[in-house]
């Protein structure tokens, strides 16, 4: 009995940090919501291309791989559900081979499901991964070509600036 409790316990703690992780990642996507709302606002342009192809794909992936964890984790809620069906089975008259083998298919079909979907969402959080280097290395370039822009404005003016002075001479 207390190693039953133990291993509920042990259910129950992974759950709830699974659960938790999903609450705070839904909180992080909100606050980056607002936040690109703000930069679009404020003309923060750098800002909101950060935060729209790069915080918050990222977080939305991240979300998705907590929910399908936690649909993973609950997959011994899928089993024990089975074990209800069979005991309900079993009190209805349906042969015990017959409840054992939809209750085992049905199980497995929502395992592999929450499988198939956690590897999409590794896809897509990859994908965007390189899409977020990607945009990060074009607003590096476009940072780049601003500077020596302004460098070479500033050596033209100067220059401008000294012909006019010999001219005037």
Known sequence: LEQEEKELRTKWNK???ISNKIKSKKEELEKANHNLELAESNYDYELAAKLKHGTIPKLQEELT???TRYSIANSDKIMA?????KAQSA???IPKTKA???ARVEAEARVNE???ELARATAR???TSRDVESVTNQIENSKNKIINLRSQISETTLESIRQEQVSRI
């Open 15 to 17: 759950e709830k940090e």
């Open 65 to 67: 791989a907590a929910q």
């Open 81 to 85: 559900q089975a074990e209800v069906f």
């Open 91 to 93: 009190l209805k008259g």
């Open 100 to 102: 054992n083998a939809e």
């Open 114 to 116: 929450a499988n198939r």
């Open 125 to 127: 959080f990859e994908e």
